[in-house]
Nanobody
């Protein structure tokens, strides 16, 4: 199995920045796309951004120019730098990885447990 652990969430003032990290571990064979979703209070989970293994990215329009995703394939880790945060960004952020495990050749989507981001003064 593959486990994902997020870190870096917390409370930030409007206009501030946060950097989220998500590290994958376990019986990883290969990781393809990685990315982030978020779920705001009372709303459905929505896609924020993804990054391919080769570094290609796809951002939601709402975060373009303010959020930057990156990954370190050697560390099986994805990062999300979030700048110019506003209160509407308050949500639980979930990372995911499309990966194959050594004991399972099929491609599965693995999720982290989520990390709370709160933007408030």
């Amino acid at each position: 199995q593959v486990q994902l652990v997020e870190s870096g969430g917390g409370l930030v003032q409007p206009g501030g920045s946060l950097r989220l990290s998500c590290a994958a571990s376990g019986s990883i064979f290969n990781i393809y796309d990685m990315g982030w979703y978020r779920q705001a209070p009372g709303k459905q989970r929505e896609a924020v951004v993804l990054i391919t293994k080769s570094g290609g990215t796809n951002y939601a329009d709402s975060v373009k120019g303010r959020f930057t995703i990156s990954r370190d394939n050697a560390k099986n880790t994805v990062y999300l730098q979030m700048n110019s945060l506003n209160p509407e960004a308050t949500a639980v952020f979930y990372c995911y990885a499309a990966a194959t495990a050594r004991d399972s050749p099929s491609l599965n989507i693995y999720w982290g447990q989520g990390t709370q981001v709160t933007v408030s003064s």
